[in-house]
């Protein structure tokens, strides 16, 4: 199983839509992929109109928190291959080792999104900005999917999930 986590500074918002979007485009695709999000300074609760447009989409929110990045490291933590920070602040923090006991570190790649709970506007100009980064991530997660993953090399992997970005 390839197992990603994706970061965020509060693990509320971008963190969530992408680990419920990649859980559920692999499950519908039949790829083994897990992923997981955290944050840094986790805000303790998902942001409503992210849950809302994941509903929207027909994704099943039951069971996803905010959490620290703390919990994916130590001896019972899941052995990462990838890691993919979403908001800036997450992408120049100093992270917390998520090697596995042998050492070996997985993959850091960055894809920036600005923070759509910032959108300005009504409700509907705040959610159509949450869907838009919903969608915006599904585009880019769909291209992770469809690499190799198990086959790539470490830095075959960091190429490809960064020129995924570039796109």
């Known amino acids: 199983m390839f ?10 918002a971008r ?9 559920t485009l692999a499950a519908r695709l ?12 986790p805000s303790g609760r998902i942001n409503p109109l992210a849950l809302r ?11 996803y928190h905010s959490k620290s990045w703390d919990a994916f490291c ?9 890691i993919i920070t979403v908001c800036d602040n997450a992408a120049g923090e100093v992270c917390p080792v998520f ?8 993959v850091k790649v960055h894809w920036g999104y600005p923070d759509p709970s910032l959108a300005d506007g009504d409700d509907d100009a705040r959610r159509r900005a949450f869907e838009l980064t919903r969608q915006a991530l ?19 992997l960091q190429a490809a999930a960064t020129a995924i970005y570039h796109r």
């Open 3 to 12: 197992k990603v986590l994706i970061l965020c500074t509060h693990n509320s």
């Open 15 to 23: 963190s969530v839509l992408a680990e419920a979007m990649l859980n």
């Open 30 to 41: 039949g790829c083994a992929v897990q992923a997981y999000s955290a944050g840094s300074a």
């Open 53 to 63: 447009v994941l509903a929207e989409a027909g994704i099943d929110t039951s069971g």
């Open 74 to 82: 130590g001896p019972d933590a899941p052995r990462l291959n990838l």
């Open 99 to 106: 090697a596995d006991p042998n050492g070996a570190a997985p």
């Open 138 to 156: 599904g585009y880019r997660l769909l291209q992770l999917l469809a690499l190799p993953l198990e086959r790539l090399s470490p830095a075959a």
